[in-house]
């Protein structure tokens, strides 16, 4: 069940987080169709294709080369971006943002855990994805989810928060789900952001005088849902003037042409309109965010890269 409620100090009605995780799917519009037999074979054949590593230290070189940094933390440099298939119906954003989680668990693992096994190596598919939060209900975990979604197998039903965190508890994967509500829940989910990835680093990094800018942390990435999508948050910026902005891989979209070739980007590349207009289509500011009054947070509990479950 998600463990924690951000509440910024104000009392409210007392309400069951099955009742939480039902409002945020209405507000969704939860769809509830079958799969049409193209999209199901498609999303059954799923590849790499829509997959993209090396973004993380990417992402890095460009914040090093922006002036107006005070400090950025970022997530596990071998974290995958995830888009969408462009042959299948809809974005599948909570599958993809999942998918995103278990890729980035996957390199915190020895070669020998049994979880790996478990995760099969590689990006399990959207039918797989099905089958494994339906086998967590079965186990008895967040069974609400089913009550409210009647079954996911083989239909377009959005999912969110709460399968996400059924599917890695099934995994005996510790994780922490967090509800955040109110006119300052944007403000609440940043902070929440910025504390998981900068108590990743010891203290003497965060001092400007011993260290750079800009950590790449061990820990993965964060699932954050907000009325009807979600996406996968993967660092935090502070600029000079105090602006924050989380750092994000949206399944919505695809990662920059730039973003595709082999070798970091050079000097010249990352100055200039073409280099920040790219670096912004990662950055979600405190406007953006503070558009809705209703997230959802799902992070892996991962103290450090020596303990990830050898």
């Excluded at 680093?201 to 009325?227: C, E, Y």
Aim: net charge positive; charged share 25%; aromatic share 8%.
């Amino acid at each position: 069940m998600l463990s924690g409620s951000a509440d910024g100090g104000q009392k409210r009605p007392k309400r069951t987080l099955e009742q939480d995780f039902i409002n945020i799917q209405k507000v969704s519009g939860m769809k509830d169709q079958p799969l049409a037999p193209k999209t199901a074979a498609r999303l059954a054949a799923e590849d790499d294709s829509n997959s993209l590593s090396g973004v993380i230290p990417k992402l890095a070189h460009l914040l090093e080369h922006t002036k107006d940094l005070e400090v950025a933390y970022l997530c596990d440099q071998n974290a995958v971006q995830v888009s969408k298939l462009w042959g299948s119906e809809g974005q599948w954003c909570g599958y993809r943002n999942i998918q995103m989680l278990c890729l980035a668990l996957q390199s915190a693992l020895s070669p020998s855990a049994p979880l790996r096994q478990k995760l099969k190596g590689g990006k399990p598919t959207v039918p797989e994805l099905q089958a494994m939060i339906e086998g967590a209900w079965d186990q008895g975990i967040n069974p609400h989810g089913r009550t409210q979604l009647g079954g996911v197998m083989g239909t377009t039903k959005y999912i969110g928060t709460s399968e996400a965190e059924a599917l890695l508890l099934s995994l005996a994967i510790p994780c922490t789900g967090r509800k955040f509500d109110g006119n300052q829940a944007w403000s609440e989910v940043i902070d929440s952001v910025e504390e998981y990835y900068s108590a990743a680093m010891p203290s003497i990094a965060k001092r400007k005088d011993n260290a750079g800018r800009v950590h790449i942390t061990s820990r993965p990435s964060i699932f954050l849902q907000r009325p009807g999508h979600s996406v996968t948050v993967v660092g935090i910026t502070r600029l000079e003037s105090g602006k924050r902005y989380l750092l994000i891989f949206d399944p919505a979209w695809s990662a920059p042409a730039s973003f595709r070739k082999d070798d970091l980007f050079t000097c010249e590349e990352c100055k200039g309109l073409s280099a920040r207009w790219v670096l912004r289509q990662y950055m979600k500011s405190e406007s953006w965010l503070s558009k809705w009054k209703t997230f959802e947070t799902l992070s892996v509990d991962l103290p450090s890269r020596e303990a990830c479950w050898r």
